[in-house]
Structure formats: structure tokens, C-alpha cells
């Protein structure tokens, strides 16, 4: 059952690291999903042993879900793909890494109960599912990030996939759910989709229409 959690887990994890990785070029690429990768395992762990702590703080989950939403925005703004030949900026991989962090910081709030329910307790059961989940995560963030640069529409639907988790998480959050009718649940999710994704459009075609023109 951990493993499967795991598994399930990985999915938004390669995405959020395939969308924070994309812009750099090929040898940063690969460092930034390595160790953005170790970053998201060791965060899981940690998080797993302090969940029920966690989660009993108002309105957690809901400032994790509109904190989500905002990173999606901004993986859609990027920057252009890297050119074959461009020179590696090592501040680039490191902000990469940072929003590889945060991001998977915010979506481990959503899903640790459920591993440290499965696991009970048990360290070395969390451990083993992680450490399959691992190149899992790293080749299916590789296969991402590599298809988002040769398809950039693909970037928009991973920041969909993020932006619904960021509504799962705000609608799911206790004090949240308890004013909200489970009914209108869906569609709130749909909204928060599209507007995110329009929004995160909006200032994408800002940003290229603020970039010198090329003389």
C-alpha cells in the first residue's frame, strides 16, 4: 500500500520538476531534477512524522492550496527554452531547485496523512516505497520536461493538473470544507483551473510583449 502511494504521489511531483526544469539547459536540467528530486523525498519523510501536528493548524491546507496556485502562474511564465549552446547560469538550476522545494513542501500537506496512516509508524516502509518512487520520479520529470520544450502546450497542462491540486487542497483543508457544499466541489475546481490558467496566459503574453525586440 506504501509503494502504491507512492506511485500515485510521484505524478505531481515529476510535473511540478519537468515545468521548474524546463527553461534549463540540458546538463542543469538533469541536476536540478536529481536534486530536486532528493529534496521532494527528504521533505516527504520529514513531513510524514509530524502530519497530524501539521494539519491541526487552521487554514494550513487552504494558504498551502492559493500559495500553489501562485506557483503555477509563475511556471507558466518562464522563461523561453534554453538554445542548443547556451551558457549554464548556475543561479538559474538553484531557483529551479527553489520552487522545486516549495512546491512539493506545499503539495506534501495534501497526501502525508495518507502514507503515514498506510505506514503506521513504520520508517523502514516509508523508506522502501520512497526509494522506488525515486527513479520513477526523476525519468518521468526528464520525459516532462523534455516533451514541454518540443510541445510548450504541455506547459499549460501541467500547470491545469497543478492548479487542481491547489483546489483540492484549499477545498480539502477542515475549516474550508465544513462552509463549502460538497456539490459545488467540482466545479470550483474547474473554475480555479481555468482562471489560473488564464491569468497565467495573461502575464506570459505580458512578459513577451515587455522583452526587447531582436534588431
Known amino acids: 500500500m506504501i509503494i502504491g502511494i507512492d506511485l500515485a504521489l510521484a ?12 527553461n534549463l539547459p540540458a546538463i542543469q536540467r ?4 536529481l536534486y530536486g528530486t532528493l529534496a521532494a523525498v527528504v521533505i516527504r519523510v520529514l513531513l ?5 501536528r501539521l494539519l491541526s493548524i487552521p487554514f494550513l491546507m487552504a494558504i498551502g492550496g492559493l500559495f500553489l496556485i501562485y506557483v503555477a502562474i509563475n511556471l507558466i511564465v518562464g522563461d523561453k527554452p534554453p538554445e542548443e549552446g547556451e551558457l549554464a547560469n548556475p543561479q538559474n538550476m538553484l531557483a529551479a531547485i527553489k520552487t522545486i522545494v516549495v512546491a512539493d513542501l506545499i503539495m506534501g500537506l495534501d497526501n ?20 522506488i518512487s525515486i527513479p520513477i520520479i526523476i525519468f518521468a520529470s526528464q520525459l516532462i520536461s ?17 492548479a487542481y491540486t491547489a483546489a483540492v487542497m484549499f477545498l480539502g483543508d477542515p475549516f ?13 475546481k474547474i473554475v480555479v483551473v481555468i482562471l489560473t490558467l488564464l491569468f497565467g496566459k495573461w502575464r506570459n503574453q505580458k512578459q513577451t510583449r515587455a522583452l526587447p525586440k531582436a534588431s
Open 11 to 22: 505524478g505531481d511531483n515529476a510535473v511540478v520538476i519537468g515545468m521548474a526544469s524546463r
Open 30 to 33: 538533469k541536476k536540478a531534477i
Open 48 to 52: 510524514t512524522f509530524v502530519a497530524i
Open 112 to 131: 502525508i496523512l495518507a502514507i503515514a496512516g498506510a505506514s503506521r509508524g513504520n520508517f523502514v516502509l516509508i523508506l522502501i516505497g520512497l526509494a
Open 146 to 162: 523534455t516533451l514541454m520544450n518540443k510541445y510548450p502546450f504541455l506547459v499549460y497542462v501541467g500547470a491545469g493538473i497543478i
Open 176 to 188: 474550508i470544507h465544513q462552509h463549502i457544499l460538497v456539490k459545488y466541489h467540482f466545479l470550483i
